[in-house]
Nanobody
Framework: QVQLVESGGGSVQAGGSLRLSCAVS????????LGWFREVPGNGRWAVAR????????DYDDFVKGRFTISQDNAKNTVDLQMNSLKPDDTAMYYC?????????????????????WGQGTQVTVSS
């Protein structure tokens, strides 16, 4: 059984930092494409970062590029998202997801992506 469990969300002032972590069970993070998505009510759910070591891929949505860093810990089987220089527009529910590997390699991060598994989400709130 595959499970993705996020942690690390919370409230922070603009300019601050948070680190999200996704604990993965049932899948090996080093052999799967995993990503972080965010959702604001009424705006849908969009990918902000992806990592696929087997495909030599790490990429980011333009809005977070240079501020967010995705990484994986193979020993802990986790995927983390370090978020720096946070803005009020970063306020959202953040989800960890296992992405179909074919989509990871053939579609841009801004395209609709087929998701195999979702986590339950963790809220990030950035105040001005």
């Amino acid at each position: 059984q595959v499970q993705l469990v996020e942690s690390g969300g919370g409230s922070v002032q603009a300019g601050g930092s948070l680190r999200l972590s996704c604990a993965v069970s049932g899948r090996n993070v080093s052999r799967n494409c995993l990503g972080w998505f965010r959702e604001v009510p009424g705006n849908g759910r969009w990918a902000v970062a992806r990592i696929y070591s087997a495909g030599n891929l790490i990429d980011y949505d333009d809005f977070v590029k240079g501020r967010f860093t995705i990484s994986q810990d193979n020993a802990k089987n986790t995927v983390d998202l370090q978020m720096n220089s946070l803005k009020p527009d970063d306020t959202a529910m953040y989800y960890c997801a296992a992405i179909w590997s074919y989509d990871c390699l053939s579609r841009s991060i801004s395209s609709p992506l087929e998701i195999n598994y979702w986590g339950q989400g963790t809220q990030v709130t950035v105040s001005s």
